[in-house]
């Protein structure tokens, strides 16, 4: 049997989890593949650190370069995350005309055409797949599943930290900054939470299936990105009231010939018949549309060492094969082939909408809203006025029909400086997968 020798950089939680699942099933993917990976360096920070998985002292080290740079490494899996020092290592991989397989999400995102043209220039390749929603193998199947389907849809709920805290929030009827403070005890949230809770995480995610998705490479400074610190006990109970669940979705959506594609990260209500709407907790799911295949649904963990080990091993068993057969541009890592793809701006895209107003409570209130409104040409599905609230103020909610979000937010602009107004207009857009 042919041997790859494996070199990885980094050793923390996805690092011991990958050296844990090779040591439990490293003989079964041998036995499968028929090519061994033999695990020869570990590139550590600091290798007195006492680690949930008991790597060799012999194996580590604590320069990445002793690891890359060794001739017989064959394969280098970087597992350290960040896009400075991972970029260095990715990099220098590539031009010794080394495969890499990296879960970095981030890194892809800010530097993934400069990665792939390298691994193009040196004749190797690059393996991503536990970048995007852990264990849940979306990349290969974007890649390769649905290679012959125009994907007309996806939608992505690609933050297990998001889907805990809105998950509570519904189940149990209790406010965000309470949910969060248990998530970040538990060890689902980091401290500071910013990148999950403000949506970034998941806007790397989104654009680099919205990349394979429609070939050409999406710029995030492009994506539309909302967070979920807005979110309150009131939107999540008339959300339900209306037939609806929040939760945090990234889309991308091929909009009208020439308009371009839709590529967010926001709030949304999902209709509760929808199978979205049931996943709960630090799940995530990925919902593809295709216009051949019709719809299709990924479920599973989308975060944890075991979840996102697992995809990092399909990688390396995809990497090892192309190695043992000479194939190493079998699958190009990305291949653009729409020169003329557009991420369309969010002011651009039409949506349904769901809209809270805090208002005075006097007559003549709702009138001087619905005229906004309708001078804005946005109609009115339905209005909630909430009975039982005492006090000045009350809560106003509006079901919107289809409008552009500029002319919405517009509109809300306008709402906001009356002065029966008080507080910030709260906008949820709905999808309906229509």
Known sequence: MQQVNLGIVGGGTVGSGVFEALQRNGALMASRLGVALNLTRVAVRDPRKIRAAKIPRALLTTDWRVVVCDPDVHLVAELIGGTTTAREVVLTSLKLGKPVVTAN??????????LFAAAKKFGTNLYY?????????????????????QITALYGIVNGTCNYILTRMKLEGAEFANVLADAQKLGYAETPPDLDIDGHDAAHKTGILASLAHGFWVNPRKIHVEGI???????????????????????????????GVQVSVYPTLIPNAHVLASVNYAFNAVFVRGDIVGDSLFYGRGAGKEATASAVLSDLGDAALDLKFGTKHRLPPFVPHEYSGRVAPITEVVSQYFVRLNVTDKPGVLA????????????ISSVIQPEGHEGKTVPLIFMLHYATNGAVNQALKKIGRLPVIKGRPVMIRVETFA
Not at 105 to 114: D, F, Q, R, T, V
Not at 131 to 149: C, Q, T
Not at 253 to 259: E, I, N, Q, S, Y
């Open 105 to 114: 999400k981030a890194l892809l995102s800010a530097h993934g055409e400069e």
């Open 129 to 149: 797949e536990a970048s995007v929603a852990g264990g849940i193998p979306i990349i290969k199947s974007l890649r390769e599943g649905f290679v012959g389907n």
């Open 229 to 259: 610190r807005h979110i309150t006990s009131l939107d999540i109970k008339y959300a339900g009231e209306l037939g609806y669940t929040i939760k945090l979705l990234g889309t991308v959506k091929k909009l009208a010939p020439g308009c």
């Open 368 to 379: 001087r809203v619905a005229t906004i409104f309708g001078e804005s040409n946005i109609g």
